[in-house]
């Protein structure tokens, strides 16, 4: 089993649309996935047609089983939903010394009994006790960013934040992998942006998802964009050199490897 977190203190970069759209794409290719949604907002439901229910707080700030509340989205995809509410276990991780321990511990042990095979963290923006807890939980951290000289700094307070954790807590993470999302290769700004980042992290770096409005446009609809446009950029990445650059066709093709192992 492996748990990927979905972590960036900034907003709007990416984070839900790249955790349902990689997690449905592993649930299409046979995996079952399970969708955590860690957001106050509880905008994974929505996105896929399913009611805001605190069943993230239920499970951890009043310790029911997970089991009670997952919610079927899709064949191999599940939803551990969350609302508002949320913020109550943001104050039990803050308050309560071992509650950190407890929710990974909690955390893997019954999406393992469950027979989960990929966990999905979608995490609001910010770098507070929720979003640590979840690093501490995943075997990957995905930092979605888009390209844009504000928005890149989330990146930098991200591995700050896990180094901390590194030599604080003794955590070590397979990997982390930087995501750009919304590239657009016509704007000089987003290359600029692209190359600092690919000097800053290597290999970390992704190929980038190209700027899409049928990413806007698949919530308002219920669908995932393999449901909605998988054809569109995206998903299948742009041509460049006469072969077929990033989107999220490519990511999926990474994550398989890592979950894989090969």
């Given at each position: 089993m492996k748990i990927f977190a979905f972590v960036n203190q900034k907003g709007g970069v990416g984070k839900t649309t790249s955790a349902i759209t990689l997690g449905h794409g592993l649930a299409l290719a046979g995996y079952k996935v399970l969708l955590v949604d860690g957001d106050k907002q509880g905008h994974i439901g929505r996105h896929?047609?399913?009611?805001?229910?605190?069943?993230?707080?239920?499970?951890f700030y009043e310790e029911?089983?997970?089991?009670?509340?997952?919610?079927?989205?899709?064949?191999?995809?599940w939803v551990l939903?969350?609302?508002?509410?949320?913020?109550?276990?943001?104050?039990k991780l803050r308050d309560e010394?071992?509650?950190?321990?407890?929710?990974?511990?909690?955390?893997?042990?019954e999406m393992a009994q469950l027979g989960f095979e990929i966990g999905m963290i979608d995490l609001g923006p910010g770098l507070d006790h929720l979003q640590t807890a979840a690093m501490m939980a995943a075997d990957y951290v995905i930092i979605p960013v888009s390209p844009k000289f504000l928005d890149?700094?989330?990146?930098?307070?991200?591995?700050?934040?896990?180094?901390e954790l590194t030599s604080g807590q003794g955590k070590a993470w397979e990997?982390?992998?930087?995501?750009?999302?919304?590239?657009?290769?016509?704007?000089?700004?987003?290359?600029?942006?692209?190359?600092?980042?690919?000097?800053?992290?290597?290999?970390?770096v992704w190929p980038p998802i190209p700027n899409d409005p049928r990413v806007m446009e698949a919530p308002g609809r219920g669908k995932t964009l393999w449901e909605y446009a998988p054809d569109t950029k995206a998903i299948k990445g742009v041509e460049a050199a006469g072969k077929r650059i990033g989107g999220y066709e490519e990511a999926l093709r990474r994550i398989r490897v890592l979950v894989e192992g090969v």
């Amino acid at each position: 089993m492996k748990i990927f977190a979905f972590v960036n203190q900034k907003g709007g970069v990416g984070k839900t649309t790249s955790a349902i759209t990689l997690g449905h794409g592993l649930a299409l290719a046979g995996y079952k996935v399970l969708l955590v949604d860690g957001d106050k907002q509880g905008h994974i439901g929505r996105h896929l047609n399913l009611p805001k229910t605190p069943g993230f707080r239920r499970w951890f700030y009043e310790e029911e089983p997970m089991e009670a509340h997952i919610l079927e989205a899709r064949p191999n995809l599940w939803v551990l939903p969350g609302d508002k509410s949320t913020n109550l276990v943001v104050g039990k991780l803050r308050d309560e010394p071992l509650a950190t321990p407890l929710f990974v511990r909690r955390l893997r042990q019954e999406m393992a009994q469950l027979g989960f095979e990929i966990g999905m963290i979608d995490l609001g923006p910010g770098l507070d006790h929720l979003q640590t807890a979840a690093m501490m939980a995943a075997d990957y951290v995905i930092i979605p960013v888009s390209p844009k000289f504000l928005d890149m700094d989330g990146v930098a307070e991200v591995t700050k934040t896990m180094a901390e954790l590194t030599s604080g807590q003794g955590k070590a993470w397979e990997r982390f992998i930087v995501l750009p999302t919304m590239y657009m290769r016509i704007w000089r700004e987003s290359g600029l942006r692209l190359k600092e980042l690919v000097e800053a992290f290597g290999q970390m770096v992704w190929p980038p998802i190209p700027n899409d409005p049928r990413v806007m446009e698949a919530p308002g609809r219920g669908k995932t964009l393999w449901e909605y446009a998988p054809d569109t950029k995206a998903i299948k990445g742009v041509e460049a050199a006469g072969k077929r650059i990033g989107g999220y066709e490519e990511a999926l093709r990474r994550i398989r490897v890592l979950v894989e192992g090969v």
